[in-house]
DNA sequence: CGGTGTGAATTCATTCACAGCG
DNA sequence: CGCTGTGAATGAATTCACACCG
């Protein structure tokens, strides 16, 4: 029985999946084991780090060899709560709701869009070719959507001025937790974990660094 | 003459476009001051952080009142280095890369997309309506388009196995900063900063907070 | 030896709480 | 009186450095 009792501290939860990916890619080129110093270079952190990390999931590690891939690999995923897929629900088909729907990496991880819904009228009916051809409803089907299909997560893709109606409808219907890329903030209940991505503020810190360069400064 | 001579912690860098967008809204429904109470409210952080964050820009609070709103918002704006428009090149022209094209956000907060570019010959000729009437060129000619429209920020969609090729591909054509959406840690000189968004990271963190819920946990 | 695991030391970020000013 | 600005206190994350083990 895995050690699952002690807290994993949320810096280290935010680079668990730099591993994840970096182990997958080990495993992917036949790589058996690998050194914390080697991992830390895949992912970009520093090699006491990526020990420290490992060190809340458990014991995991041969001294004087290093980490099997496959087994950490487990050890990581599971920690993260990633055992099979979890679906998804579009909500907004703008242009970045399509940009979302069309763009593969999210089903590539586990996570499968498997509903699109928008509130415009004209929109339903769409089907996305690239999301299995699944069809554009309307968003008063989100909630028989969400129980039906079992949805898990639900994305927001629309204006600002609706993020925070369509956050309700996710949270009537059902879903377990929320991402969005509305820029605003949402009004959710803190049973529901929830995160958002704004495009747009990653290139506006980029500009503040820019703004530093040739200085001493460099960002991440 | 503003107070830059201080640094501003990263942490507080990370913050300033929350208040930048807030103070724009707050501009936008005719507010003419604001307190840390407000501001707080309306980025989602708590009072305490917005007047420690706020006193690294300068003293530019009224005691008793709160921050002139427009007053505010050019401070942040000039510590962001948001001193006019930032045109950006997107690397990659697959689903994400007409994605991140299509999307309306960059253009709209002063980073327009003035060139895309991918290594597909095929691709080459395509113009993205959304963005101007842009048309995709091949990315051989990246130098040429980075010096003759003064890109400033590039923006790497493709593949993982391509990134690192064009991330040396920007930073050769003389880019500033570079914002990757691609899985892999980049190989870029310290004097250009970079940063790296993972949609799928993101949908991965929140299944670690989800499979916490229900216990006493809550994310951001 | 080589590399993990981890206490201890350090640095960084957040929060508190209140003096001081408009 | 209300709200900023900020030292001081607390807490979290990172880094160091080395004992320990395979």
Redesign the pocket.
Known sequence: MPRSGDVV????VE?LPLYHQALVELARTGETT????K?AELAG?????V?????FL??????????DVDFLTIQVSRTLGLTGDSSVVIVGFGNLGQALAKYGGFADRGFPVVAIVDADPTKVGTAVKETDGVVVQHVDELAKIVRSQGVAVGVIATPAESAQSAADALVGAGVQSILSFAPVVLDIPETIPWRKVDLATELQILSFYQARSGSLQHPA
């Open positions: 501290p949320d810096a280290t680079r690998v050194s914390s110093v991992l952190v520093n090699a006491a780090k020990r420290k990390d490992l060190s458990g014991s995991y590690g041969t001294r004087g060899v290093g980490y």
